[in-house]
């Protein structure tokens, strides 16, 4: 599946004819004022970026799929993700002296100036946007269950609105890090408690053994519900892997020569990234599958009710791991806020421009979470309707447009069946969301 040169292009000029001032502003933008990164950096990156907590729900979503569908989901999405993740960081630096430094880039270059603007553009706003509402929700959650299970019901009970106020604050301070590198110590924090606590959810599971009543039958018993649970389920497993829509933005942050390109030491970040995605996913969804079948929570953590203490720890764990999470995809927001406020509203960069624009995006996150606290239940809706696109099928369609293989070639038939299986799992997996959305609203009461 080469990397041979794209056809009809020539060497770009990079930054060449441009003004001083206009080099200082780009080099002032967080995505671009950084190049210092080395390849563990990209590890721990794209472990935080993909390993949502997410996993926790995958027990749940193989109770909706069922053993052999289930196993085939998890392992065929690992495989096609992995594939487009090494399409993007080898389209990186496709131009002699020119790197895409952002996703809309890219897809500027592969369909033209407007049109790849808004191709890309609002698929990966609502990704980023979406997700950084899911981890105020979860940040929430996992607090108040921390809260709960130590208080062990001594003491009053505290609104979820409050924690998610809580869990917000924490970001108002942390926006204000100027770029990817600054978050390195975050995210490498955040990498580690992924790890851990899904190693807690399995361990866990495989010591309290299979339910003695245990039911490997879907989890619905109509037909209708069935189908739907299976469209939502494959929903959630497309929102597992999202890591792509911040992919080129942390390979921007690697220093990059002819001799020495970024896409070396970005794939080898990748590479050990993807089995730590693999240590944390299979083994969550599998043993705890196997040990609850179809009564296990949408959150694996709410089934393993003990031990206390272990529970407390790995919903602190969560609490951690969200932080970061939320921090490297907002920060390719703040990167599109910042571009539009200097380069087209003409305002002045500095500290009063980052720290009003900053605040006001974590406020919005933080209001939308607390007015619709079960925005964890869109994730099968995202899932399909923005997750698919951007991390299933668009990589290989922007290949397919740009480096042209031969047809029916090895490299035109693989872009070809994962656009087909992407475009499938966009046109699915909302439909389940949709519906577990209506189910929901259906009790729901505004700022419970």
């Given at each position: 599946?080469?990397?041979?040169?794209?056809?009809?292009?020539?060497?770009?000029?990079?930054?060449?004819?441009?003004?001083?001032?206009?080099?200082?502003?780009?080099?002032?933008?967080?995505?671009?004022?950084?190049?210092?990164?080395?390849?563990?950096?990209?590890?721990?990156?794209?472990?935080?970026?993909?390993?949502?907590?997410?996993?926790?729900?995958?027990?749940?979503?193989?109770?909706?799929?069922?053993?052999?569908?289930?196993?085939?989901?998890?392992?065929?999405?690992?495989?096609?993700?992995?594939?487009?993740?090494?399409?993007?960081?080898?389209?990186?630096?496709?131009?002699?002296?020119?790197?895409?430094?952002?996703?809309?880039?890219?897809?500027q270059h592969a369909f033209g100036e407007k049109l790849g603007l808004w191709i890309v553009v609002p698929q990966q706003l609502v990704v980023?946007?979406?997700?950084?509402?899911?981890?105020?929700?979860?940040?929430?959650?996992?607090?108040?269950?921390?809260?709960?299970?130590?208080?062990?019901?001594?003491?009053?009970?505290?609104?979820?609105?409050?924690?998610?106020?809580?869990?917000?604050?924490?970001?108002?301070?942390?926006?204000?890090?100027?770029?990817?590198?600054?978050?390195?110590?975050?995210?490498?924090?955040?990498?580690?408690?992924?790890?851990?606590?899904?190693?807690?959810?399995?361990?866990?599971?495989?010591?309290?053994?299979?339910?003695?009543?245990?039911?490997?039958?879907?989890?619905?018993?109509?037909?209708?519900?069935?189908?739907?649970?299976?469209?939502?389920?494959?929903?959630?497993?497309?929102?597992?892997?999202?890591?792509?829509?911040?992919?080129?933005?942390?390979?921007?942050?690697?220093?990059?020569?002819?001799?020495?390109?970024?896409?070396?030491?970005?794939?080898?970040?990748?590479?050990?990234?993807?089995?730590?995605?693999?240590?944390?996913?299979?083994?969550?969804?599998?043993?705890?599958?196997?040990?609850?079948?179809?009564?296990?929570?949408?959150?694996?953590?709410?089934?393993?009710?003990?031990?206390?203490?272990?529970?407390?720890?790995?919903?602190?764990?969560?609490?951690?791991?969200?932080?970061?999470?939320?921090?490297?995809?907002?920060m390719p927001v703040f990167d599109m806020i910042e571009t539009v406020l200097v380069k087209k509203l003409r305002l002045p960069?500095?500290?009063?421009?980052?720290?009003?624009?900053?605040?006001?995006?974590?406020?919005?996150?933080?209001?939308?979470?607390?007015?619709?606290?079960?925005?964890?239940?869109?994730?099968?809706?995202?899932?399909?309707?923005?997750?698919?696109?951007?991390?299933?099928?668009?990589?290989?369609?922007?290949?397919?447009?740009?480096?042209?293989?031969?047809?029916?070639?090895?490299?035109?038939?693989?872009?070809?069946?994962?656009?087909?299986?992407?475009?499938?799992?966009?046109?699915?997996?909302?439909?389940?969301?949709?519906?577990?959305?209506?189910?929901?609203?259906?009790?729901?009461?505004?700022?419970?």
């Amino acid at each position: 599946m080469g990397t041979q040169a794209p056809e009809n292009y020539a060497p770009a000029n990079s930054q060449d004819g441009r003004s001083a001032q206009e080099k200082s502003i780009e080099n002032w933008l967080p995505i671009n004022s950084s190049r210092n990164a080395k390849w563990w950096y990209s590890a721990f990156h794209n472990v935080t970026a993909m390993v949502g907590a997410g996993v926790l729900g995958l027990p749940y979503a193989m109770s909706e799929l069922g053993w052999g569908p289930g196993i085939a989901v998890l392992i065929l999405s690992w495989i096609i993700t992995l594939y487009t993740l090494w399409q993007m960081v080898e389209m990186h630096e496709m131009v002699p002296g020119k790197r895409f430094d952002r996703y809309h880039e890219l897809g500027q270059h592969a369909f033209g100036e407007k049109l790849g603007l808004w191709i890309v553009v609002p698929q990966q706003l609502v990704v980023e946007v979406g997700v950084n509402i899911v981890y105020m929700v979860t940040g929430g959650n996992s607090l108040k269950k921390f809260h709960d299970v130590i208080c062990d019901d001594k003491c009053k009970n505290i609104k979820l609105t409050y924690f998610i106020m809580i869990f917000a604050s924490v970001h108002f301070v942390l926006s204000q890090l100027p770029d990817f590198n600054s978050i390195s110590g975050v995210s490498l924090a955040a990498a580690v408690m992924s790890l851990s606590y899904s190693t807690i959810a399995w361990g866990t599971s495989v010591d309290k053994g299979k339910l003695a009543a245990v039911d490997y039958s879907l989890r619905a018993t109509t037909t209708p519900g069935k189908v739907f649970g299976f469209f939502g389920a494959l929903g959630n497993v497309a929102f597992a892997y999202a890591g792509h829509n911040v992919v080129l933005e942390i390979q921007a942050t690697i220093p990059s020569t002819p001799e020495k390109p970024s896409k070396k030491p970005m794939w080898r970040g990748v590479v050990v990234a993807y089995i730590v995605v693999a240590l944390c996913y299979f083994p969550v969804s599998l043993v705890g599958y196997w040990a609850f079948g179809n009564q296990v929570d949408d959150d694996i953590l709410v089934t393993l009710s003990k031990p206390r203490w272990l529970i407390a720890v790995a919903n602190m764990m969560v609490v951690i791991h969200v932080i970061g999470s939320y921090q490297i995809y907002a920060m390719p927001v703040f990167d599109m806020i910042e571009t539009v406020l200097v380069k087209k509203l003409r305002l002045p960069p500095g500290l009063t421009l980052r720290l009003i624009s900053r605040s006001v995006y974590v406020a919005f996150t933080m209001f939308v979470a607390i007015t619709f606290p079960f925005f964890d239940g869109l994730l099968s809706f995202f899932g399909g309707f923005a997750f698919a696109p951007t991390t299933y099928f668009l990589p290989c369609i922007m290949w397919l447009a740009i480096y042209k293989p031969k047809r029916f070639s090895l490299s035109w038939f693989t872009n070809w069946i994962c656009i087909v299986i992407g475009v499938l799992l966009m046109v699915l997996a909302p439909i389940g969301g949709l519906r577990n959305i209506v189910i929901k609203a259906k009790t729901y009461k505004f700022y419970q």
